[in-house]
């Protein structure tokens, strides 16, 4: 169709939304320098561009949004045009500045929720791509990061169809609620005709309890055992896919993201007594301390416990992570947030965790994790309804970039 | 007014003007609050702050430009190009507009509407290299123009048109009002149809006439009140009636369609089909009488598929035939006619035309693969991808009918 150049998604003139304009770039800059830290301790945004998506080592923010989509676009060109936008967007979102001003021709390009001038540095935006995306729909079969499967399901699991899966993720992650929403909004108005979301959850961090790991809606602390996300010779070895053989080459810097939507039972949870709570989980509650232990970060010393008189065979830290040589190479960095969608049929609270990890290996890390947590003894207290795999992509290295470098390859 | 939610507006505009009877039925369409002709219809009363003395002009902040009859445009010091917030101060004693043009040509680069005197207010705007001019319409006098300043530099102006007035729009007016009479007479004719198979008891027959009858309706394009109290009692839906869909004041085509496709016998359901009939013939006998409101017109533009979008594509309207997709195609090609008409303004000033066009195409292309035959899947036969596919071309549609209102929202240009 002549005079249609392709592009489905709102750009240009009509509503590229925050400037792209010198004053845009300023604004953001100034926004850079002077970076409103959330809260004392809190450590600032890292900047957008990047080797590595910033939103997958960084420490978490107060609130997030994960989020599952279904791409509509039409043939690979408009799948580019669409993870340009994508790009776009989370470069201006990123970055702050004052909306395009359109005049008469187009309703405002910002929502406004954030006020005439958008804050630079309070979001954090990851992006993946599921299985499904490498389907025959855009031909980008051979293109698929070798180790992404679809999630399977696990024999715990009472997986929803509506809450698993997507061709895309988002987790979008800042302080505060309106900041995320500003985002959502602002990325769905852009990019309606090519992608609608297939779930989504609100989530939040929990501040330390009194000091150290947040704490899970379970009240253990949750996330003590993470490896160093400070340790980049770590991290290359547990979360960064390498782009080496069999991985395609445009994988390397991007990693493995697993998302799992568990409901706790918490009523019930709460009627369970303490000492049975501690052994289900292998810590102690208060201190976070594991059974042999007197401090949270104290290593448990299984060698002492072969029969798990102290921290039983089947605790969570046990099976999760024996801390053996042998099982050294399957752990994960998590990256939990907690959920809140209101109260179920019967009267009990909907809550529960957004569990979310990175690897570089989902086999090898996450897989090899649940199946030694199959039928542990928290499963009658937790309820895996949805989730799903996907591929974080490489980082978005400067303005010249995107989001769409796998598909124009 | 019927409509679920009360509507603040001291200024409803209905594109016929609404005929004065008691409130029937309550109508899902809810009639946004229209502020197109605040400024420009002439003199509206309203919030009119004519006649108030101004209070003295406070000292300008910094660099404060004027808009009265005497000072229009006076203190644009120091025109810069990029992206800028510049400060307009009414200077005068009556409540005035005021616009950023280019010059020559008159395109809008930026508008402030309803200026009370005194006060200052500031304009977001993006300017790049060229000339410009505030333009300043004080509310009962005539349009002045202040004087042209010269922006250097390098930087890319922001988007503009050249205003759309009063007299741009009553050609296209005047066409949509043909369009909505031809097709009340197809309505008429089908309705008659529907109705005299429900006379004759023939309930199979009133089933397969109810859908052609109602899809006429539906391609008129009414959106929010647009045929005032017949919207309501032709298409009204029992949401927010007390006793819903048994509620004596459910009335029209869902009435109707709830009672063929829940068991209701011919009897019962001969009342409302005879009020259904006469209410279109009203609507049909009150046309002639009513001037469409041009600068109603551009709303429609998307108003139509914003309906479409929240009572067809949630099933909400659905009554029980199931056929929701086929209204929102008949709403398409409603919306397509006010697009059709308003096309020759939108040509020279709307530089997204051409994808709105494909949109158009795109959701068209999707809903006619959801009919088979005389029959169509209901929403919620739809498969995700599918619901998806429709969803969300059909909110991009939306994304790019929006900006017709704001373009083609009539202005004064002398």
Redesign the interface.
Known sequence: ?S???R??F?R????TGI?G????VAAGKAVAETSTTPEAGAPPIPPFHGPHQAGILAPARRRTIVAAF?V?ADGRDDLADLLQTLTDRARALTSGG?P????????SSDSGILG?DIPGGDLMLTVGVGASLFDDRYGLASRKPSRLTRMPTFPNDDLDP?WCHGDLSLQLEADDDDTLLHALRDIA?HT?????V?WRMNGFSNPPRPTGTQRNLLGFKDGIANPDATKAAEMDRRVWASGKAPEPAWTAGGSYLVVRLIRMLVEFWDRVGLDEQEKMFGRAKDTGAPLDGAHEQDAPQYQNDPEGLVIPLDSHIRRANPRTPQTDDSRILRRGFNYDRGMDSVGNLDVGLIFTCYQQDLQRQFEATQKRLADEPLVDYISPFGGGYFFALPGVQDSSRSFAGFVKV | MGSIKASTANRVTNLFLPFSGPPKGRSVHVRRVSTVIASSLLFVAGCSNSGVKAAPAQPAADPSIQISTSHCGEGWAHPAAGSQTLSITNTGTTTADADVIGVPGGAVYGELEGVAPGVTRSLPITLGQGTYAIRCQPEDGALIVGPSVRVAGSAKSGPAAVPVTYNDLYGPTREYQDYVAGGVKTLLARTKTLVAAVDRKDLRAAKKAWLPAHLAYEKLGAAYDTFGDFGDAIDGLPQGLPKGVHDPDFAGFHRVEYGLWHGESAASLRSPADRLLKDVKGLKADLPNEDMEPGDLPLRAHEIMENTLQFELTEKADQGSGTSLATASANLDGTRQAVEVLRPLLKSRYTGLPQMDADLDRVQKLLDAQKHGDSWTSVAGLGTSDRESIDGAVGDLLERLAPIASICYPRRTS
């Not at chain 1, 240009?12 to 509503?15: E, K, M, S, T, W």
């Not at chain 1, 304009?21 to 845009?24: D, L, N, P, T």
């Not at chain 1, 395009?100 to 309703?107: L, N």
């Open positions: 169709m005079g249609y150049d592009r489905m709102l240009g003139a009509l509503a400037a304009s010198v004053a845009g279904d509509m004052i395009e001003q359109v005049g008469i021709t187009a309703p005439p509506a108005k309606r005709g090519g992608m609608q297939r």
